[in-house]
């Protein structure tokens, strides 16, 4: 059948939707969803009909320019819902292995960009942690992690309360300033050296940028590959309120005591990589060489998103005039990771929580982004993409964190165990994505599996993270915390 289209007015995509549409990142989200029950294909693709044309992005198609969308007026669902045969003989192990290389198989296909961006895959096999697993994949045109989450958090519904909607956890409110206090001096002083140090942390963060760009390289280490490979995609669930309990005890944040995990695994991943280098070699590791590990440089494109609050509701964001807008309002910090081994693991959360204070006291996301728009505006997005992979290739990784339902949640009948995001496309050899789910926190990582053991980082990212609730432990909670 014909598909008859229509074009429809709306805002110009933006500058990172552009960018990961090009051909040179071409970007894309997977999403592995592991599901406590066999999953009813049916049920899934009624849904889909029902609902697939409420929401604008998943029934149109980009132009050809890659600019604005054009919306259809007709989309077969069962050519977005694929459903494969799995050997019925295997293990658990054997389907774990198969859904890994499965999913880094689609991920190499493009998406058919005669359709809408987007697909269902449904594997009917048990997992260690799951009974079947669901994989949406769509293209990062679409929307960021924020919007995608927010469309998937409107179609399911609280377990224990079917009729009921998931929730996501409250941020809480900065406490604002009381004029009514009145004019001291020592609040003007406070007023101004708080301006200035964001001014100055501002330009520092402007330059670092700059220089990345143009010449500011990583170390080449064994997490550091080359771009075009294809990614092979894992998760380790661990627990959130073991992470609770260290932010509280740390008086520090969720995202702080994940960086602090991040920084102590990497760690430990690259001493034991060039360990095993050097005992293959017959070598010992040189006080020298430990100092030059010491010295390696090693930083993270931080994802952050832009709206005024997190994720939302569909209605909010699809909403004319909307500061909580769908699609992709994010930019990215510059952090830069201390490698070196630490006798106290706590140490790993302290080093961080000094680094992404003074990144939260800039203004650096605003100005990436800003200055994105205005490359694409005056030299075009060929120039902007350039500068964005350039940024992605002389860093090391990128890191996500989003917070999910504070309570399991269940999509037409099927109670879902998990949620792992992650994405494809981008130039690095790592990526790490955390989302909140319940009483757990997902880990998800995409590798280039022939420079990364994507299971041994995983076991690295739970480990440290026990080693500092023990070390915690073992020194005593604060009594805020008994």
């Known amino acids: 059948m014909e598909k008859k289209m229509k074009e429809e007015e709306e805002e110009p995509l933006s500058p990172m939707a552009r960018a990961f549409q090009e051909p040179s990142i071409d970007c894309?989200?997977?999403?592995?969803?592991?599901?406590?029950?066999?999953?009813?294909?049916?049920v899934i693709v009624d849904s889909l009909k029902l609902n697939v044309f409420k929401h604008p992005r998943f029934c149109s198609l980009l132009d050809d320019d890659g600019t604005k969308w054009l919306r259809t007026d007709v989309v077969n669902v069962e050519e977005h819902v694929f459903v494969p045969d799995i050997d019925s003989k295997l293990t658990e192990e054997d389907v774990e292995w198969?859904?890994?290389?499965?999913?880094?198989?689609?991920?190499?296909?493009?998406?058919?960009?005669?359709?809408?961006?987007?697909?269902?895959?449904?594997?009917?096999?048990k997992t260690s942690d799951a009974e079947a697993i669901c994989v949406i994949r769509c293209h990062h045109a679409l929307g960021d992690g924020v919007s995608i989450l927010s469309l998937i958090l409107a179609s399911t519904r609280k377990t224990s309360e079917p009729e009921a909607f998931s929730t996501l956890p409250v941020p809480k409110c900065r406490e604002s300033y009381n004029h009514r206090r009145g004019f001291s001096f020592f609040r003007l002083v406070l007023v101004v050296c708080s301006t200035v140090r964001l001014i100055w942390n501002t330009l520092v963060d402007s330059f670092l940028c700059m220089a990345t760009i143009f010449f500011l390289k990583d170390t080449d280490t064994p997490l550091k590959g080359k771009p075009g490979a294809i990614k092979k995609f894992s998760h380790r669930i661990v627990s959130l309120d073991d992470i609770k309990l260290i932010?509280?005890?740390?008086?520090?944040?969720?995202n702080d005591v994940l960086l602090g995990v991040t920084e102590a695994a990497l760690t430990r991943y690259l001493h034991q990589s060039y360990d095993k280098t050097n005992e293959e070699a017959g070598t010992s590791l040189t006080p020298n060489r430990q100092d030059l590990l010491d010295r390696i440089r090693l930083r993270?494109?931080?994802?952050?998103?832009?709206?005024?609050?997190?994720?939302?509701?569909?209605?909010?964001?699809?909403?004319?005039?909307?500061?909580?807008?769908?699609?992709?309002?994010?930019?990215?910090?510059?952090?830069?990771?201390?490698?070196a081994l630490q006798s106290d693991p706590l140490v790993y959360l302290s080093n961080v929580k000094s680094m992404i204070d003074r990144k939260k006291n800039s203004l650096i996301t605003y100005i990436i982004y800003t200055f994105s728009e205005f490359v694409i505006k005056a030299f075009g997005i060929n120039v902007a993409v350039a500068f964005q992979r350039k940024?992605?290739?002389?860093t090391t990784m990128c890191i996500s964190n989003l917070p999910?339902?504070?309570?399991?949640?269940?999509?037409?009948?099927?109670?879902?165990?998990?949620?792992?995001?992650?994405?494809?496309?981008?130039?690095?050899?790592?990526?790490?994505?955390?989302?909140?789910?319940?009483?757990k926190m997902i880990i998800s990582v995409a590798v280039d599996p022939m420079i990364i053991d994507a299971h041994k980082l995983c076991d690295e990212l739970e480990e440290s993270l026990k080693n500092m609730k023990l070390a915690l432990l073992k020194k005593g909670l604060p009594n805020h915390v008994n």
């Open 28 to 42: 894309g989200i997977v999403i592995k969803f592991g599901c406590k029950t066999k999953i009813n294909p049916d």
């Open 391 to 394: 940024i992605m290739l002389n």
């Open 300 to 339: 993270s494109l931080i994802v952050v998103n832009l709206r005024p609050t997190g994720s939302q509701s569909i209605a909010d964001m699809m909403a004319k005039g909307s500061k909580c807008r769908w699609g992709n309002y994010i930019s990215v910090i510059l952090f830069p990771f201390t490698i």
């Open 247 to 254: 932010k509280n005890a740390m008086e520090m944040t969720i």
């Open 98 to 125: 198969f859904v890994e290389d499965y999913i880094s198989s689609i991920t190499m296909i493009p998406l058919d960009r005669t359709k809408p961006l987007w697909e269902v895959h449904i594997l009917n096999a």
């Open 404 to 439: 999910g339902p504070t309570e399991e949640v269940s999509f037409h009948g099927h109670p879902i165990a998990y949620f792992a995001p992650s994405i494809y496309g981008l130039p690095q050899a790592l990526t790490i994505h955390y989302l909140s789910y319940a009483n």
